[in-house]
């Protein structure tokens, strides 16, 4: 059973930025990939980035390429999202999640359905 816990998360001004942490525990955090996901009110829950058990792939949705950067401390159990230039549309209910499937990061389809746990989640917050 792997436990996520997500801190971070805030109010702050567009243009601003934050850090998220995701913590694990349970299982082994270095064969796992790890995904940030986030929900507006009424909208679908979106995916944001996630990085491979490495740590040396990445992929990003295009609305944070250039503003977001996913990283992750496999000696920490934890992956991080720097998020700069911050801007109004970004507020959400942040996620992390984590696949633990063996199959291939390069055919990862980063979808929702690829994750097995999930944490509580973060709010950030926004204001223009």
């Known amino acids: 059973q792997v436990q996520l816990v997500e801190s971070g998360g805030g109010l702050v001004q567009a243009g601003n930025s934050l850090r998220l942490s995701c913590v694990a525990s349970?299982?082994?955090?270095?064969?796992?990939?790890v995904g940030w996901f986030r929900q507006a009110p009424g909208k679908e829950r979106e995916f944001v980035a996630d990085?491979?058990?490495?740590?040396?792939?990445?992929y990003y949705t295009d609305s944070v390429k250039g503003r977001f950067t996913i990283s992750r401390d496999n000696a920490k159990n934890t992956v991080y999202l720097q998020m700069n230039s911050l801007k109004p549309e970004d507020t959400a209910v942040y996620y992390c999640?984590?696949?633990?499937?063996?199959?291939?990061?390069?055919?990862?389809?980063?979808?929702?359905?690829?994750?097995?746990?999930w944490g509580q989640g973060t709010q950030v917050t926004v204001s223009s």
């Open positions: 999640a984590a696949d633990t499937g063996v199959g291939s990061y390069s055919r990862h389809n980063h979808s929702p359905e690829e994750y097995d746990y």
């Open positions: 349970g299982g082994t955090f270095s064969r796992y990939v």
């Open positions: 990085i491979s058990r490495s740590g040396v792939g990445t």
